[in-house]
């Protein structure tokens, strides 16, 4: 039997998935975040084999995590939950073991329509499945999605099925400790009447642990199994659905099932009658609105509220940027997150992150529409610090363009 506990607290095992959080971490759009990573990396070696030390004693222990309400228009905050680097990465180590050793986990990983969370299967196959159900007769489809998710799924479930694919005790309680929540700022969030957004008793999941998509995978298996036994198909993506069939009284019959499958886990999903925002239905050909693209028979774009949302980001960034320059020209100090140059930098990586995650849409005429109303953004923004940058003197323009002074610069003293 593999010794499961031992795989986890093998070095590779931890810079590997030390790897994987750095990456994410540096990607994140929370400077803390990004701090963070980049004091860890510092020292990496050393706090790594610190981790493997705890974990050969037995007495690691997860740290607090703090608990944000992100707020949505229109919709309830979505309740993420930001673990220290060390959690993460005992977390991701975890899985990685998880993936690797149990063969339980792999056959639920190879479900061949389940997309999300699963390594080497991206949004782009999702879609890919649809446009062939589509190819194969599927005329009618109804789009939804489970609500509140994460927070419903009952933990124990998941330990008992854990218990029936390893015996290995010291593996189980370190798994058990990894998907409990435990928030540092718990008092704030009471305050603010939030504290049941978050999953802190027996039921739920952190949303943000490298571990909560695989939960997803294990909570829903019997979920895909038995939706594509009969004549629709279901797509699934972590909480996201869609079923296609032939007929509409097919796909009407398939998320009956849906809501009966659901029910026995104590889940639910949205319909298209009472939540038209959450969930949709009709003939494929006149397209739909999933997993941030709309698609059709033909055509895969992204949706109108993914561009609407690469569009905003941009406008904070260039808000930021102002904001920056203007206290500059106040106070006559940089500030930490730089300026013009350094928001040009922020808003190319957003660009090229939302480019690449959309890469397989073939509308062309969207892109370039999206080119033409981000260069006019970035007109208005070099128009606007160029106004500021006119009112400053030399040190205080070359803060607001974010290009360093020789001027002030340590150098070596010279011999008496």
Known sequence: MVDLYANVR?????????????TSATRS??????????????????????????????????????????????KTARPLVIAPIENRIVQRAILDVLQKDMPGIQSILDTPTSFGGIRKRRVSMAIDALKASFDNGGKFYLRSDIPNFFTLVKRQSIIDYMRTQTEDQQFLQLFEMSITTTLENLTDLQ????????????????????????????????????????????????????????????????????????????LTAYSPLTHPMKASQGEVIKGFDFLGCFIN????????????????????EIRQGLGIADTILDTKESGKIGCYAQTLGRINNIILGWGMAFSFCNGDQVFKTLDEKITKQLDRFQDEIQKRVKRGDQKTKRMIMGVRMLEGLNHTPKEK
């Open 10 to 22: 093998k070095i590779q095992t931890l810079v590997t998935a030390w790897q994987l959080v750095k």
């Open 191 to 266: 305050k603010n009447n939030l504290k049941g957004l978050f999953p802190l008793g027996p039921e739920g999941v952190a949303q943000g642990s490298p571990l909560s998509p695989l939960i997803a995978n294990i909570y829903l298996a019997e979920f895909d199994r038995e939706m594509n036994a009969g004549n629709e198909v279901c797509i699934r993506y972590i909480d996201d659905f869609v079923i296609v069939g032939k007929t509409e009284k097919e796909v009407s019959q398939g998320f009956r099932k849906a809501k009966a499958i659901l029910q026995r886990i104590g």
């Open 29 to 74: 759009s929370s400077v803390d975040i990004r701090n963070e990573a980049a004091e860890f990396d510092v020292s990496a070696h050393k706090h790594l084999r610190s981790i493997q030390a705890r974990l050969q004693k037995r007495t690691f222990k997860f740290k607090p995590q703090t608990g944000v309400a992100k707020s949505r228009p229109g």
């Open 297 to 316: 028979p033909t055509l895969t774009l992204p949706s109108v509220s993914a561009r609407k949302s690469l569009v905003d980001k941009i406008d904070t």
